[in-house]
């Protein structure tokens, strides 16, 4: 079970990733422009085709996949997934638009649900819908707050001002549009309340709707940086334990690395440094392989395999360039990181000075830096 | 003293939950309506005796209630409290609203004060009671700050506008009105400079106003994430030291742990994990019983097993489906959290593992996987 | 140099606290009240007068401090002080606008400056200074930013729009008014883009304003968490080191120990618990007296001792009604946060314990709970 | 590779900096001036002339520089830094605008390629990319919900409002600018839905905006003070590790301490303490020079000294005047922190402690306090 994906893959998944989106957009930016007097009468009928084409490749898409699953003998896992949901849905969307709405123009609008395609594939949507779970019972609370306060200055709105206003004050009914518009602070101003009264209540409202997005904002701020932290972790971990260095270093260590590395994925033939540069990172290969331009003759290093760390150890700049040769996967260590990392874990740090040596001495004089050493 | 409550109590406290917020919702909704000019004529006496049994129901309430509370010879402790405080105001509301104002129709918007239910019955305000008192120096700091700021550019909006625009500009009181719905960014636009100076002031406003936002959304944001951790670790700190396999840890492992645990309701019935399905969470019964789906013969968990450790501790699917077989309050691990409580207490992991072994030589085979741990 | 004030002179301060922003808010509400015209006819000689009164005060208050501050030979310090300054520029306000402004109603208008008093009594204002000059850095980046992204929404709208609106959208400088207008989302809408270019641009500067403003309060927030905890940890931490039994547990525990306690002022005959309330907080006494209201004779608690650590410790409601028989001021410890201690801090629950056997032993039963030890 | 700057030069790079800034401040308002109406007849070849100057002066620092660069043998590294490219933007600019457009008045606005200067030289632009680039996932997600449900709303404003209002409402496409408008809380309020659904649709766009908003806010504000919190522990850990004091503590020590020093510069002759002031900060000497004012005769102190710690330890005002004789680099500790250290590194309050004694016998009695130690 690793995820740990080759990059030729990766490669083929974004090509599949950006084809899919143009296709979706297409087919909403068609029916968009399809809707606009000035557009419509001389590009109708291509419009037209265009969204017809790209229901027909999303019902393909859909029958192919149900097939696939149903081949594997999981059609109903296919069907509950939030992928199949969102297959399904847009097969579907256009078919029924034209069952249920008897103008075409109108039926078109059904491929609004084909926007569902821009969070399915992301795993933004369920990273939202995990903030929200963790978070239901204070937005519940705000929720809860958020009512009476509209209601309330709704109702007294109605009170100080349907005698001056009878028109836009004259119902709570109403005086909730101009309440809501008030309370998030959007202020239309197409229904405004002129009585001294109506006009303190209003500036109260006002500070109230302030007051209210800050609690919304804090409570969903606190939990996404928590549910980021979280995912990082997980994602990062699973790299680092497939590096043999930070096995050895014991759970307790690994844990606290994990936190510090960020993962970076560069195409073969990428330059990862340049000599010269100033160095204020260290990387670690995940998979793939890099090579080392230094004197004598280059060194290839693979999966497991460090570099990068003798400018972060020693100061001065980058003492050769290094490039990779397949594509890698790499975990990047940041200068902040390591000063921090050598106060609580001062074995990582005698580790990496080790190994540092000891391929030195194997290969002759390398890493990115020889003087470093030898001093 | 213990919070833990059994399922029924819980499904029963729901539905009456639901019961009063629909009761609460009929009165306020018609109360809006009857101030709605379009609605009023026909349905005026339906309205009009929806809200009088609204009334009715909310009073009988409030006596039976204060009746129990006599009964058991705390009546005072009642009406002080916050609960009884709303009930009081849910019952005297209309009858206040018609000896204080002669239309008939005015006092029934007295049934605004029913709103206050929505709030009273959650713990919300209790929370943010305790994040407003927590943070009040700031926040009367900044309202001290917000009162100066309306003040200074009411002042000079006054100055540099009243010879343009005499009527909205004309004295700093009206000048008030600007100068908040500029500050809170809600911007009417009923009233607006026009002279290059007043545009000049307004500009600074504005970007004054979103400072101000910022420091509001600051201050609530960080006291409202101390208490939501609080209350978290509260909660489960009560279900976690249920649990015999917990406390043998010491007081300080568990505190480590109750951070990261979730708890979840389960009703009889509910599959918690499907055969297959990947696996990224285990599971700690505090009470209830649960099945566990395995080959010779199905093995029945109660309040204080575990399962679903195999996935997280040496990878791959699920090998056995759980259904709770008894209405069930479980505690909820997470592999990330997992991975991180290793480093820190390596002890529990390993507690774990002997707990698993042991279960599996008793039954012959069991938790939820037996190929992962024969290897 | 203790900052741990006796009640008395705090009630006395409340007092004065009182009595100062009475004053100022009688002389800024006259001074407001001066500029309406409904209001200026009737009423003219009355505000006018407590304009008189309310500069005569603030210009002796001002005499007398300086006179104080040189009998004590620093009228440097004093006039170099933050307080100095703003009593100063309160004293001199009205003169000077008598000076400047030929208008005697115009020169009112400089009582806007007694508004100072409202921020510079506090300490808001340092506080808001200190986060201000932590965060400089990343507010002047975003300075710079949001000026070069106003310059450049207003030069494009300014380009897009000239054609269909001359009057708005002419020249740069007044598509500025827009612009800004558009980029902290307050959006008056008295100059809004009609060209299809101009609402697209519009569309990206309303998204910018968000982020911009995102930014903003995540700058701030960040700043502001910091200096709050800092703050408390300050204020408390002299009131913790003043209690001999936290003295005993070293410097590393008392640190923990600070962070979690909150200061309390209690009035004299205020009741600090009640007996059969649920408990989940115990108070330490840092100067004052409380009465512990149990079976054979009521115990009398001074300075160092503390009260209801047993509903915390063996749950249950509160066994004793303890009432303060002095002003006195407590640190409250949340049943959350000793949970939290007795894992990292096992000894501090010890010691807690062994206190409340030996002052049990001493009294012949005491605390708020007899049972709870005896068994 | 030393950061830390001697005062001299950081003098002469802020008055280069003023320079630079009113340089371009100066053809930016000559810029936004020559488009208005009012002022061009008069002064057009004023400010033509002041543009022409400032294009001249940036054209001859790109040459300046690009010449410099090649005298090192590496022109092509200052073309590909963001430094080079902003001063190439710089250079170009005007030149392209005489190329591209026929009117010169149009030309000039091509001088807002200018305000990039106010951006490239602060470390904020890379501090924003940073922000973003580690947040880039999250953001991502949301744009692509910001677009799902602007999407919606505007088909749906667009159904519901299309009868009533044709001409705001009569395609998808002009509904969008409503819908954005409405999304960002901007509320512009020319284009405002009257029907009731379309109101209702409008209220929940609305309190969808604040939770976008919201979303937005948390994740930035979450990765921001990341990496702000990573810049300060960069920039003091340079600062810190020069000072033999703090060298001798071990690496886990001086990553603790770098976290609560905050740098100071102070020019030659500035008064760092008075005597007689409250003392809650301590001062370690970077580099420079201070003296401490005391009885026998004053004490020179150097880089790697401290002064100020007899306050924080002991309470008290400060007994002695220190000027810094030389400009000076110090770091500054706060009451507040040193405190908390005290309780984790006890081994640095008795370090402190130990050099103050050792200082005061070799000079026979110094530091900022006598009588402290002598008790």
């Known amino acids: 079970m690793t995820r740990i994906d080759s990059i030729p ?58 097939w696939g699953a149903a081949a594997r003998r999981r059609p109903h896992q296919y069907l509950a997934s939030s992928k199949g949901m969102v297959d399904l849905a847009c097969a579907v969307a256009l078919p029924l638009g ?31 819908w995990r903030v929200m779970v963790r978070s239901r019972i204070a937005l519940l609370s705000i929720a809860g707050l958020f009512v009476v306060v ?22 709570i009914e109403r005086t909730l549009w101009w309440a809501i518009a008030t309370l998030t602070t959007t202020g239309y101003g197409d229904v405004v309340p002129t009585t001294i009264w109506g006009r303190l209540l209003a500036g109260w409202v006002m500070v109230g709707g302030i007051v209210m997005f800050a609690l919304h904002a804090g409570i969903i701020a606190t ?5 980021l932290q979280r995912r990082h972790f997980l994602r990062t971990w699973e790299l680092v334990v497939s590096v043999p260095l930070f096995r050895d270093l014991g759970a307790a260590a690994v844990a606290d690395i994990v936190r510090l590395l960020q993962s970076r994925d560069v195409e073969a033939g990428a330059v ?6 100033p160095g204020d990172t260290m990387y670690f290969i995940v998979s793939g392989e890099a090579t080392v331009h230094i004197a004598p003759k280059p060194v290839v290093l693979g999966p497991g395999n460090f570099f990068g760390e003798m400018s972060l150890l020693f100061g001065g700049p980058r003492t050769a360039t290094v490039v990779a040769t397949k594509p890698s996967v790499l975990l990047v260590l940041d200068i902040a990181d390591l000063h921090d990392l050598a106060g609580r874990r001062p074995e990582f740090v005698n580790l990496i000075e080790t190994e540092a040596r000891l391929r030195r001495d194997r290969n002759g004089g390398t890493a990115d830096d020889d003087d470093g050493i030898r001093d």
């Open 272 to 277: 990862v440094m340049r000599k010269g540069d």
């Open 98 to 128: 034209w069952a249920l709405v008897p103008d075409p123009h109108d039926a078109r609008l059904f491929a609004l649900v084909w926007t569902l395609r821009y969070i399915s594939h992301a795993n933004g949507l369920s990273l939202f």
């Open 9 to 66: 893959s990766r490669r083929w998944r974004r090509l599949s990733w950006l084809l899919s989106h143009a296709l979706t957009t297409a087919g909403v930016v068609a029916m968009v422009l399809g809707t606009s007097p000035d557009v419509d009468v001389r590009f109708d009928d291509i419009l037209g085709n265009v969204i017809l084409a790209v229901a027909a490749v999303l019902a393909a898409v859909f029958i192919v996949r149900l």
């Open 150 to 171: 509209t209601l309330t200055a709704a109702t007294l709105a109605h009170v100080f001002e349907r005698a001056a206003q009878p028109q836009a004050f004259g119902s």
């Open 223 to 227: 939990a996404f940086a928590e549910e």
